[in-house]
């Protein structure tokens, strides 16, 4: 019987309380906020900086239907400013756009990318009666390398790692080359413990499913510079894309926020090349090429944007450090998963059922992924054998894994 989404991630999320070490879900109790205290829908107000555009069919646009589900379900008002990001507004820094957001009446600004770390920072110190949320980002990770002790200054995460590794299976079971490219955006702890884990995947279902060699696969990644192209500062996505199906990889993963492995897989599979896909985050990204795609892991920012929002109206700052995974007591409930993974039109029946096996596999622990002996792409050890790699390390991941192609730093 074919598992649903929601009970992939159950088994993903037991895997991860396996590993042994504690979840971080909280940092600091939430504080009082005078700012917030008691506020009245109609006189609440959330601010959003997006680092792209809201219609990106991606990362941007997932975060923007998200907050607007909320808003649309709270009653409450929506101030945002999209394409923060040095290409189309040159010189200007997102806490510049969130003192704007915050002079119309925000009184919680809500930063969507990595990018924008340091600009949390500097609007949440600025402005200590306003809440503020980083989606990604560790400053209020007390067990985090980087914690600051900012009282109004919260991350939330999901746990995409976990995603990715199904989406790592479905791509070596897609693939008959066993050539797989991987779009990836500029290079840090997020990007490198994402392209990695989605290796541990296909790595795991090349060799038990495919019943073929690890050193047979290859999984090569190539950066372009950012999270979407920037004409003359990073490489052409497009053309990455393109190289990758005009140079024999038969399934491209996208690690960007922009769709360019799925148009340009269109285009490929239209000139009678057999290839597939995997997208990457927005939930209907499959859309755009259903026939060759592999599926698409994706988040629910709804959910975890509405909890922050319940707790500044109800006058506390919502400033834990939140790296969420799915709900196991209402696992049937998409309203309480995080993380979700939709299969594709171009997985076999095979397919469908040999990944319904791994992830059962994941929930009973028999294949824990993050288990030792790993190296990294230098050959030093990353996890020891028989060891399971705590939270900070895949936080953390400093390299790429042995076995990947492609730039670590």
Known sequence: MKLNRFWQFAAIAALLGACGSPTPQSSPSPAE?????????????????LVGPKNDAGWNQTHFEGIEQVVKDKGIKLEYADKV?????????????????????????????????????????????V?????????????????????????????????????????????????IGYVGALINDETRRYASSAYLGAKHCWEKYKKKEAKDLEFKVTWIGFWFNIPGKTLDPTKVAD?????????????????????QGK?????????????????????????????????????????????????????????????????????????????????????TKAIDEFVKQLADGTVPLFQGQIKLQDGTEYVKAGATATDQQIWYLPQLLAGMTGPSK
């Open 267 to 351: 285009k490929a599979a239209e000139a009678g090349k057999p290839v597939k896909f995997v997208h990457y985050d927005y939930k209907k990204g499959c859309d755009l090429a259903p026939d060759i795609c592999l599926g698409v892991p994706f988040y629910n920012w709804a959910l975890t944007y509405g909890k922050a929002v319940e707790t500044a109206m109800g006058g506390k700052m919502p400033n834990e450090f939140v790296w969420s995974g799915p709900d196991f007591a209402n696992i049937s409930d998409p309203q309480t998963d995080m993380i979700g993974f939709l299969q594709g039109k171009a997985l076999t029946a095979d397919n």
């Open 85 to 129: 990001n040095p290409a189309d507004r040159p010189n200007v820094t997102g806490s510049q756009v969130a003192d704007e957001l915050i002079g119309k009446g925000a009184k919680m600004i809500i930063f969507n990318s990595d990018d924008f770390k340091d600009d949390a920072l500097a609007t949440a110190k600025k402005h200590p009666d």
């Open 243 to 263: 190289d990758f199906y005009n140079g024999g990889y038969d399934v491209v993963m996208s690690g960007i926020d922009t769709p360019e492995a799925a148009i």
């Open 33 to 49: 906020s005078p700012a917030t205290t008691g506020a009245a829908p109609k006189d609440f107000t959330v601010g959003m900086v």
């Open 131 to 179: 809440a503020i949320i980083h989606a990604s980002g560790d400053y209020a990770w007390k067990e985090g390398k980087n914690f600051k002790n900012q009282p109004n200054l919260g991350n939330i995460m999901g746990k995409m790692e976990y995603g990715k590794m199904i989406a790592g299976c479905a791509a070596a079971l897609g693939s008959d080359t066993g050539k």
